[in-house]
Nanobody, 118 residues
């Protein structure tokens, strides 16, 4: 059984910062890509950022230069540092990871709410 648990969401004013964390636990052999997605009210879930096991990153255009994804492989944890937040960043943020147990599967966390007030 694998679990992804996000934390760090909350309410922040525009221009502020938040740091999200997502910790994976369970019978994990290894973790490949770790990703952040977000879903705003009434909208589809969108890609935000990805980091490979080796540390290569890529970002959605809407967050480039403001968000930074990082990971600690020893802790099976991925982070999302969000700076200069805008009201349009308001969403539920989900962690997603490709994890090897007895098979390779994608797992999702339950999400953490981020609200940016103007």
């Amino acid at each position: 059984q694998v679990q992804l648990v996000e934390s760090g969401g909350g309410l922040v004013q525009a221009g502020g910062s938040l740091r999200l964390s997502c910790a994976a636990s369970g019978s994990i052999f290894s973790i490949n890509n770790m990703n952040w997605y977000r879903q705003a009210p009434g909208k589809q879930r969108d890609f935000v950022a990805r980091i490979t096991r080796g540390g290569e990153t890529n970002y959605a255009d809407s967050v480039k230069g403001r968000f930074t994804i990082s990971r600690d492989n020893a802790k099976n944890t991925v982070y999302l540092q969000m700076n200069n937040l805008k009201p349009e960043d308001t969403a539920v943020y989900y962690c997603n990871a490709l994890i090897a147990t007895s098979t390779f599967d994608y797992y999702w966390g339950e999400g953490t709410h981020v609200t940016v007030s103007s």
